[in-house]
């Protein structure tokens, strides 16, 4: 599966992004799909992820409220609506592909996007 991400950019404390994700190769519809993301000097963190089927969607607590994650299987892309963003959530945000484990850890992903990066203004 390769995967692009693209959507990033600056925003104002309080404004949204949607960011997108492409997928193609592999079955993408057999992959649960995460999104990450890493601010500068942190260690890669889990934001959300959808189930294959999109039947089930998990968020960090930290996002839970105001992310959003959706899926379209026929069109091959994954969603991260953003909303009331906030200072803390700038970083580089990635896609990912996977099929084992429960989802929250990013060594459960075997496919990586390049990244997107998100830069809040206060």
Same mark, same amino acid.
């Given at each position: 599966?390769?995967?692009?991400?693209?959507? &990033?950019?600056?925003? /104002? $404390?309080? #404004?949204?992004? =949607?960011?997108?994700? !492409?997928?193609?190769?592999?079955?993408? @519809?057999?992959?649960?799909? &995460?999104?990450?993301? /890493? $601010?500068? #000097?942190?260690? =890669?963190?889990?934001? !959300?992820?959808?189930?294959?089927?999109? @039947?089930?969607?998990?968020?960090?607590?930290?996002?839970?409220?105001?992310?959003?994650?959706?899926?379209?299987? !026929?069109?091959?892309?994954?969603?991260?609506?953003?909303?009331?963003?906030?200072?803390?959530?700038?970083?580089?945000?990635?896609?990912?592909?996977?099929?084992?484990?429960?989802?929250?850890?990013?060594?459960?992903?075997?496919?990586?996007?390049?990244?997107?990066?998100?830069?809040?203004?206060?």
């Amino acid at each position: 599966v390769q995967l692009q991400a693209s959507g &990033g950019g600056l925003v /104002q $404390a309080g #404004g949204s992004l =949607r960011l997108s994700c !492409a997928a193609s190769g592999r079955t993408f @519809s057999n992959y649960r799909m &995460g999104w990450f993301r /890493q $601010a500068p #000097g942190k260690e =890669r963190e889990f934001v !959300a992820f959808i189930s294959w089927s999109a @039947s089930g969607t998990f968020y960090a607590d930290s996002v839970k409220g105001r992310f959003t994650i959706s899926k379209d299987n !026929a069109k091959n892309m994954v969603y991260l609506q953003m909303n009331s963003l906030k200072p803390e959530d700038t970083a580089i945000y990635y896609c990912a592909a996977g099929r084992h484990g429960p989802g929250f850890n990013f060594r459960e992903y075997e496919y990586w996007g390049q990244g997107t990066l998100v830069t809040v203004s206060s």
